[in-house]
């Protein structure tokens, strides 16, 4: 809602002295940058912010990880010598004439689609730290979200501070030319005078509480771009639509990535369970040589020789029963930590439409009737006041009236911004811009 000087008092010029109060807030502004929308600051966020960074680097290790899941097993190479003579045969040294060379190679099969398993287990484990990823970009950007509505707040309560100051400076410079005319007493002009400082108070309020926003905005976007030199900018404003709670229900449903990673982590279950099973399988391996003689035998053309075998493990004590059936618990496991997420979601999504539905429903009067009671009974009472029809406590009363409806108002729009986002971090998508 735009705050306007509608007042019949300002229907005059403002004096001087107003006028160098709106330009001493000037200068915090001056060089500020065009500000940035929520679509610019979250894009600076997702491309800057070093732990959403570092914890994207997961899902490039998980990457990683598949590549080493689906290596084979490496063959084996043996070389042995053996035979060679080292000590005189009847006075005369012959290394070679006993030597052998062998030359072996041995591979390990794996059987019951081992690698095809790991594999798939380490593809899956990859999905489940994107999936993770994603949901902590969920909650980081509710914080961020929060914080831009906090600036945004922040700036809508200075506005509102300095138009209160100019107004009520453009009072005193009117009480005092009828403290001239001797309209009214001095004391009367001398609480009206004294009540400034509390404008003042607000104000350097105001300024601090922006800056400090923006401070926290700019340690998420990871910049170090000066203050006064950054702004943001959108709509503080609030929606009347709310759709029905079972439509947000349902969007959590399909766009929760926590949802999404519990559901994946029961497939890997599955999966790695399988696999628990398969490693319990024989695996052989199979071998074959060359073998160079050169010792003398009966058989001249037994120098050169091929061999084959194959060992093949027994399983009679070990077939890998702990893991069969850990990861069949872990199945079940899985299956319960699915049930209790989905059931939290619901309760985020329940909890977060309730605090929407409720600002809207507190929100509705102040925009329709508080808002413009509170500036109209403000206007004609000040009115009435710098006209000797109203008595000064009324006045007093009627100016304090109107900047806590104001402020009420502000900080209404603030919270009710806040759930919606609570809302959007509760379906996992943003269902209220």
């Avoid at 490496?74 to 062998?102: C, H």
């Avoid at 104000?203 to 771009?225: H, P, S, Y």
Wanted: glycine letters at 4%.
């Amino acid at each position: 809602m735009k705050r306007t000087f509608s007042s019949v008092a300002f229907r005059l010029s403002l004096v001087p002295g107003t006028i160098a109060v709106v330009l001493a807030m000037a200068p915090c502004c001056a060089n500020a940058q065009a500000g940035l929308t929520w679509d610019q600051v979250k894009a600076r966020f997702e491309a800057t912010n070093p732990a959403l960074r570092a914890d994207a680097d997961n899902v490039d290790e998980m990457r990683a990880e598949e590549t080493t899941a689906d290596l084979r097993p490496n063959p084996q190479l043996s070389i042995t010598v053996d035979g060679t003579q080292i000590a005189p045969n009847q006075g005369v040294i012959e290394p070679m004439s006993g030597t052998f060379v062998q030359t072996g190679v041995s591979y390990l099969h794996e059987r019951d689609h081992k690698r095809e398993l790991r594999l798939k287990s380490a593809q899956q484990g990859t999905r489940i730290t994107e999936s993770q990823h994603q949901d902590l970009k969920r909650t980081m950007e509710f914080t961020l979200r929060s914080a831009f509505v906090q600036t945004l707040e922040a700036k809508d309560v200075l506005e509102m501070a300095q138009a209160d100051l100019a107004y009520y400076d453009h009072i005193i410079a009117i009480s005092q030319e009828r403290l001239k005319a001797g309209d009214i007493a001095q004391i009367d002009f001398d609480r009206i005078e004294l009540l400034r400082v509390q404008y003042e108070s607000e104000l350097e309020t105001a300024i601090v509480n922006l800056r400090t926003a923006k401070i926290q905005l700019l340690q998420m976007l990871n910049q170090q771009t000066p203050v006064d030199q950054f702004d943001v900018t959108g709509p503080f404003d609030f929606s009347n639509n709310l759709e029905p709670l079972q439509t947000y229900r349902d969007a959590a449903s399909a766009a929760r990535p926590d949802l999404r990673a519990a559901l994946q982590t029961i497939q890997q279950s599955k999966t790695n369970h399988k696999l628990a099973v398969s490693n319990g399988s024989t695996d052989p391996t199979l071998g074959a040589w060359w073998t160079w003689n050169n010792a003398p035998t009966s058989n001249e053309i037994a120098t050169n020789t091929l061999g084959f075998n194959v060992s093949i493990p027994l399983r009679v004590f070990d077939r890998n029963q702990g893991e069969k059936q850990r990861t069949q618990i872990d199945i079940d496991r899985a299956q319960q930590a699915r049930d209790a997420e989905q059931a939290q979601v619901f309760s985020d999504v329940d909890t977060a439409y309730e605090l929407v539905r409720s600002n809207i429903d507190l929100l509705r009067p102040y925009k329709d009737k508080y808002y413009t009671e509170a500036l109209h009974v403000r206007d004609t009472v000040s009115y009435a006041y710098l006209h000797g029809g109203a008595s000064l406590m009324d006045f007093l009363s009627a100016q304090s009236d109107y900047r806590q409806v104001q402020l009420a108002y502000a900080q209404l729009i603030g919270a009710y911004m806040t759930a919606a986002a609570q809302l959007n971090m509760a379906v996992g998508r943003e269902v209220i811009q």
